[in-house]
């Protein structure tokens, strides 16, 4: 069965600096992978998607993930963090047009 | 362009009473899901609909019932509510051509349920 997993469930930076918000999955065969954003009492949106070719992708707001096959991981990655970034991320991996979720990850960004 | 709809926005119920969560879409999706959300557990599929006409369980579809009215509206039935399906409730549609591996979906902004 393929599953995502989201190691951290919160995750805290200062604005201006980096951030990384971590992803990590196991399937069979190739990994479809997506990223998606919550605002509170908001439903999800999508940010971007890994599906083939460049390993690093860039979607909405100024993310990007970069996806390693070795290491098995679809790390979301922002240089340079804002208040209004502080959400609720999910990855996802499309398993035959059906999304399995990780368990998402709160991420703050404090001034 | 609406997206992706659904209501009632909140609800009360109490255990054993029954309701009917609406969904709808203005893309020309295909496919249509309904998940539920509650905390540290991510998003779970309970049913979806690949295309009209058809439905299939997802990952926890037990206490529910759907019914894909047409090619824009996909309903979710609580039959006989529990403290259990409290939850929010999110409807998602993709597809309009491609395969369904490829494509992002959609998601209304939910519907948060309390079983008392």
């Known amino acids: 069965a393929q599953s995502v997993a989201q190691p951290e469930d919160q995750v805290n930076v200062a604005e201006g600096n980096p951030l990384t918000v971590k992803c990590t999955y196991s399937?069979?065969?190739?990994?479809?992978l997506f990223w998606y954003v919550q605002y509170p009492n908001r439903g999800l949106q999508f940010l971007l998607k890994y599906i083939t070719g460049d390993n690093l992708v860039k979607g909405s707001y100024g993310f990007e993930a970069e996806f390693n096959k070795s290491q098995t991981s679809f790390h979301l990655k922002k240089p340079s963090a804002l208040v209004s970034d502080s959400a609720l991320y999910f990855c996802?991996?499309?398993?035959?047009?059906?999304?399995?979720f990780g368990q998402g990850t709160e991420l703050s960004v404090k001034p | 362009n609406a997206g992706v709809t659904q209501t009632p926005k909140f609800q009360v119920l109490k255990t054993g009473q029954s309701m009917t969560l609406q969904c709808a879409q203005d893309?020309?999706?295909?496919?249509m899901y309904w998940y539920r959300q509650d905390p540290g557990m991510g998003l779970r599929l309970i049913y979806y609909s690949a295309s009209e006409g058809t439905t299939d369980k997802g990952e926890v579809p037990n206490g529910y019932n759907v019914s894909r009215l047409n090619k824009r509206e996909f309903s979710l039935r609580l039959e006989s509510a529990a403290p259990s399906q409290t939850s929010v409730y999110f409807c998602?549609?993709?597809?309009?051509?491609?395969?369904?591996?490829?494509?992002?979906?959609?998601f209304g902004p939910g519907t948060r349920l309390t079983v008392l």
């Open positions: 893309m020309n999706h295909n496919s």
């Open positions: 399937v069979s065969g190739n990994p479809y």
């Open positions: 998602a549609s993709t597809g309009t051509s491609g395969m369904l591996i490829y494509n992002e979906q959609f």
């Open positions: 996802a991996v499309n398993q035959g047009g059906k999304l399995i």
